[in-house]
């Protein structure tokens, strides 16, 4: 497969797909003029990741979990922890939103969004404090 092919068929851009070689998450072939030349082990790779990225995983976690899918001998628990260590930090992200949430839902509610000039908003934003 060329690398458009291998694109459409894993849902992932081209760009990105060039990206992931010039890192070395995956290693085409190339033929004799040079193009890329997928096979079905790179698309099942490029699947893994594209899933992997949108479960928020970053570059370095989808690296070790391609090393822990590809090694026979691994332990389960090696990828739990890895996976329990992201869960941490997306809910980390979570309490964050939520608190940015009810910050601004509290601003939005004391703008009276009239014509006066004065702007709970845009006093807060100019606050000092944290």
Same mark, same amino acid.
């Not at 694109?7 to 797909?17: F, H, S, V, Y």
């Not at 060039?18 to 698309?43: C, H, M, T, W």
């Not at 976690?61 to 389960?76: I, K, M």
């Given at each position: 497969?060329?690398?458009? $092919? ?9 760009? !990105? =797909?060039?990206?992931?070689?010039? =890192? ?6 190339? +033929? &004799? ?7 079905? $082990?790179?698309?099942?790779?490029? /699947?893994?990741? &594209?899933?992997?990225? &949108?479960?928020?995983? !970053? =570059?370095?976690?989808?690296? !070790? ?7 026979? %001998?691994?332990? +389960? /628990?090696?990828?739990?922890?890895? /996976? ?14 939520? $608190?940015? %949430?009810? !910050? ?5 509610? &004391?703008?009276?969004?009239? %014509? ?9 934003? /100019? +606050?000092?404090?944290?």
């Amino acid at each position: 497969m060329n690398i458009g $092919q291998v694109a459409e068929r894993a849902g992932l851009p081209a760009k !990105t =797909i060039r990206y992931y070689e010039d =890192i070395g998450l995956v290693r085409p072939k190339r +033929s &004799a003029n040079g193009y890329r030349a997928f096979g079905e $082990q790179d698309l099942h790779k490029l /699947a893994f990741l &594209a899933r992997a990225r &949108a479960l928020g995983f !970053t =570059i370095e976690d989808c690296r !070790t979990l391609l090393g822990l899918y590809e090694d026979d %001998h691994r332990a +389960s /628990a090696d990828v739990k922890t890895l /996976a329990t260590e992201h869960l941490h930090r997306i809910e980390e992200k979570i309490e964050q939103l939520r $608190q940015m %949430h009810d !910050t601004l839902a509290r601003l939005v509610e &004391a703008c009276h969004g009239d %014509h006066r000039p004065d702007c709970p908003i845009l006093r807060d934003l /100019a +606050s000092e404090e944290e």
